[in-house]
């Protein structure tokens, strides 16, 4: 049996606030397997970042384990790439350096790492605008360049911080297709957080249902529909329905 | 699928370019110039209608007369160059040494709580009143007004640096470290260009206190320079002449701030996309 990429074990992670302690995760376990794409469904406020930010380093757990392929997590690292909300591009870089910039810190030389920033950007669709300065891309262009600016490291797993949820449907359904596509060729395991149902089942293999404070994993549900999927497709209403259902009985049970 | 190819330009390669003066601009200038022209006039009618004693309100022309005259006997052109010189020395020290000050307090708690709250205290100070201070440690020296010059910027550029460095967004820094910047690549590449929109405006406001600091610190003491000239001009009850060296004064720091602090500052804006977005060269 093959080990999982992704794997937390009875995690729980608590914030110091005004109002005293928060339990942001309770005791969350999951399992995330090579290649596979793993959606984490939550009302906002569930603890969802917080459990991006732990696989990606950026915050250590209290309790429980975080591995990826069977190693502790210790700091952020290149092998573990979020796509933040907001994009967090950096305005003073053009495009094409905004992609290259993990290769840049890694050492890569000019050349090579403008030829591989160049080839990243041709599968989001960006080729041409390689040169231009951020505020002169629409938001949704901004974010394929975030997703480039990842995939150009091939990252062991893709941590996605419900990236589209600033877009409208027409872009968002653009860039849906575009992460399939890339799924399709790249295979990177993916964990990819969001409050939208319908995104969650379109893109997920697997769905977990978060509940809120403290966070946990309620439900969890298989989406076998074919790829390339669309939001608007019946299967994925189908699961949306009955996730919906799910995300009710736990916001619910939480109040 | 795309998106809008809203902005389908040429490639471009340059790394800070500036907006080409346009129609708009140049009728900027031009109603400037008029308007100057207009309060010039005016000016100088009104001191020729003899309503007061000319020796209190010359005329603007008696003030080009004595701008004339000191430019002809060399007294001005020896009091900018030594006015603008120790300018660029003092500011060129003040502006590595806020720099360095700038970037500590931005990325170390414990400086910010307590240098930063000194340096923000001693921005207050008008950098002037270092000049006693300055006189009884270095004597009557050109060493006592580059102080007090060096004082003037500073703090302004320290302040500037280091609430540049903690307004940037934390997702930035988060991304960079993400994406493998640590030390001194984190510095250079996230922390120093994230936060030059603001340094640029520390930068500017500096060489303005630094511009004060000196003229101050020249009228109190000095033998030489722009402020020696002032109140060498007062000391001859010659107003033509204090006026003469005010507008030199003036000159000096438009001309600073148009050719290279302002320009500076809306191109870091227009790379950045801060600030306003159609950002005009000062005219």
Redesign the interface.
Known sequence: MTEPRVELRQVSKTYDTQQGHTLALRDVSLRVMPGEIVTILGPSGCGKSTLLNLV?G?EPPEEGEVLIDGQPVES???D???M?Q?G??????RVHDNVA??L???GVGKAERRAQAMEQLKTV??E???????????V??RQ?VALA?ALV?HPRVLLMDEPFAALDAQ?RD?LH??LQELWASAGTTTLFVTHNIREAACLGDRVLVMSPRPGTIVAEREVHAERPRHIEDDPVMQVARSLRQELHAAVEAAA | ?????????P???STLRLPRPDRAWWKHLGAGVLFLLLLFGGWEALARMGFWPRYLVPAFTDVLRALWGTAQSGGLVAGLAASVMRLVLGYGIGLVLGLGLGLWMGRSRIAESTLGSVALGLQALPSVAWLPLALIWFGLSETAITFVVVMGTVFAIAVATSTAIHQT?H??E????????RGH?LLL??TL??A?PGIAMGMKQGWSFAWRSLIAAEMVYSTVGLGHLLMFGRELNDLPLVMAVMLVIVAVGLAADRLAFGRLEVAVQR????GR?DAKLPA
């Open positions: 990606a950026f952020p690292a290149p573990r790439l979020v933040f907001e967090a591009l950096f305005p003073w870089l910039f993990g840049r810190m890694q669709g960006l041409q605008f390689s040169h231009h300065l951020l505020h002169e891309l629409s949704g262009m394929r600016r490291m872009t653009g297709a575009t | 699928m795309m998106g809008d190819p809203r902005h389908a330009q490639l471009r390669r967004p997702t930035w988060r991304a960079a470290r993400n994406l493998g910047a690549a590449h996230l260009p994230a030059l790379r950045w996309g801060v977005r």
